[in-house]
C-alpha cells in the first residue's frame, strides 16, 4: 500500500524558511518520479519541483529557483523540499506526489496517482 505523509508546513514571515518532508512507504522510491506541488486559494495546482529519483537533474519553476530545493534522504525514504527567503506569493497547500514508474512528463499533475494529504504554508507578516 503506498503510503505518502507529509509534514512541515506552518505560519512564516517573509523572508523565513520551512522545510517540508514527505515520508513515503509501499513502493521502490529510488525507481519513481517525485514532485511538490503547490495550489494557492482560487487557482490550479502546479508543480514546484520535480525529478526522476534516479536522475541528477531537478526541475523547479520559475517562481522558485534559488529559492526551494528539492532532496531525498539516503535511505531513499523521503523527500524533502526546503524553502528559503519565503514570499507572500509562495502561500498556499504543498503536496509530495510520487509514481513508481519513469515517466518523463514528471511535472505534470495527471501523471501522478499517489500524493501526500497536503501541507499548509502561509507567509505573513
Known amino acids: 500500500q503506498v503510503q505518502l505523509v507529509e509534514s512541515g508546513g506552518g505560519l512564516v514571515q517573509p523572508g523565513g524558511s520551512l522545510r517540508l518532508s514527505c515520508k513515503t512507504s509501499?513502493?521502490?522510491?529510488?525507481?519513481?518520479?517525485v514532485a511538490w506541488f503547490r495550489q494557492a486559494p482560487g487557482k490550479e495546482r502546479e508543480a514546484v519541483a520535480c525529478?526522476?529519483?534516479?536522475?541528477?537533474?531537478?526541475y523547479y519553476s520559475d517562481s522558485v529557483q534559488g529559492r526551494f530545493a528539492l532532496s531525498i534522504d539516503n535511505a531513499k525514504t523521503t523527500v524533502f523540499l526546503q524553502i528559503d527567503n519565503l514570499e507572500p506569493g509562495d502561500t498556499g497547500v504543498y503536496y509530495c506526489?510520487?509514481?513508481?514508474?519513469?515517466?518523463?512528463?514528471?511535472?505534470?499533475?495527471?501523471?501522478?496517482?499517489?500524493w501526500g494529504q497536503g501541507t499548509q504554508v502561509t507567509v505573513s507578516s
Open positions: 506526489a510520487a509514481e513508481p514508474y519513469w515517466t518523463s512528463e514528471y511535472c505534470l499533475t495527471i501523471r501522478y496517482r499517489f
Open positions: 525529478k526522476g529519483v534516479s536522475s541528477e537533474n531537478t
Open positions: 509501499g513502493f521502490a522510491l529510488r525507481e519513481s518520479v
